[in-house]
């Protein structure tokens, strides 16, 4: 029965009996236009069928970025579906509901949308819902497959996977897709750059697994001035390419690395050293080789906690370590203004 919501609804003759007949899956896509389903039960042949697009339901979990529906390889496709009339690949869906009949999709989705743009059926193989994480695994094989996969879009869907609740092992899950572990662990890096970062870039699809170091160091070297850069970036009419600004955010976190080590005195190495907070053991500290000064706390503290003690940590340097750097702007500034008078008042306290 068809979505009575669809655009195509009514559009396609329906069979005058619904006779069930499987499909192989190397079946002509024209040749099936009369053809249902049977029903099909994991584990058992699946059924390929003729579906009204609009019938198949998109789920919300993380599959392509929305800008690859604008691509000229996904044009090229549409084309190709109008031309022949159809998908030659079938879609896979998984049967939610009997009646009406109800489809969530598995894979396939630029077909999908293409079929609707086309406003043509959709060839699709059609399964009984069983385990959810097989289901979806099946989705990232099948975007594994493809030639332009964004590392982006593949890093959404290993991160939404392992973000579940009694997740599999990096190796486990790169068993599953086949692939290596070390795959896995790029695609988690990337998944947990902070969300600033990926605004920077004007389609997520332009980070590339190289971009994760450069990008996650110039953050944590100096979030307020890569900050800044994100917002100028933005701002431009005409956006920068990927590698342009990865290379103008690293370069906005670089001054403050140099006057860091300008800042540096020669040094001895230490031993480490304890620290004693009300006479109980903290943690410790030391100086290294180089002069850097390394410091270590076991103290437990929650996110919040660790957060602001950063935060501390930073405004000491700021205003007792390094030379204040001369604000570009009026902006800046302020900004340099409101920095001080916080740590004024927290010194003050």
């Not at 068993?175 to 600033?196: D, F, K, M, T």
């Not at 699809?205 to 307020?224: C, F, H, N, Q, T």
């Not at 001369?326 to 900004?335: H, I, L, N």
């Amino acid at each position: 029965m068809a979505n009575k919501n669809s655009p195509l609804a009514g559009a396609f003759p329906q069979p005058a009996s619904a006779q069930a007949v499987d499909v192989p899956l190397d079946v002509s896509p024209r040749a099936a236009l009369s053809v249902t389903s049977s029903n099909p039960v994991r584990g058992q042949p699946e059924s390929v069928i003729l579906l009204d697009p609009w019938d198949v339901t998109i789920p919300e979990t993380p599959n392509r970025a929305d800008d690859a529906f604008t691509t000229e390889r996904f044009e090229q496709l549409r084309a190709s579906i109008v031309a022949s009339g159809g998908n030659v690949e079938p879609i896979k869906v998984l049967l939610v509901q009997e009646s009406p009949r109800r489809y969530e999709l598995v894979f396939g989705e630029r077909r999908l949308r293409a079929c609707r743009d086309a406003r043509v059926q959709v060839l699709a193989i059609v399964a009984r819902p069983a385990d959810g994480l097989e289901d979806y695994l099946d989705r990232i094989r099948e975007n594994l497959a493809g030639e332009d996969l964004a590392a982006c879009e593949f890093a959404k869907q290993v991160g939404h996977v392992l973000a579940q609740p009694n997740p599999p092992k990096h190796a486990e899950l790169a068993l599953r897709l086949g692939i290596s572990a070390s795959q896995i662990s790029r695609a988690w890096q990337l998944y947990n750059l902070p969300s600033e970062l990926i605004a920077a870039f004007a389609s997520p699809r332009d980070i590339r697994y190289e971009d994760v170091k450069p990008l996650r160091d110039a953050w944590r070297g100096s979030p307020e001035l890569v900050a800044r850069e994100i917002a100028v970036i933005r701002s431009e009419e005409e956006r920068a390419t990927g590698p342009e600004v990865v290379r103008r955010l690293a370069a906005a976190a670089k001054p403050l690395k140099e006057e860091l080590a300008s800042c540096k005195s020669p040094a001895v190495a230490t031993q480490p050293q304890a620290m004693l907070c009300a006479e109980r053991p903290v943690g410790e500290w030391h100086v290294d080789a180089q002069g850097a000064l390394a410091v270590r706390i076991d103290a437990a503290m929650s996110e919040a906690q660790r957060e602001a003690m950063l935060e501390q940590v930073l405004g000491f340097l700021q205003k007792r370590v390094l030379k204040r750097p001369k604000p570009s702007s009026q902006e800046g500034a302020a900004v340099g203004r409101a920095a001080d008078e916080k740590l004024a008042g927290e010194e003050a306290a």
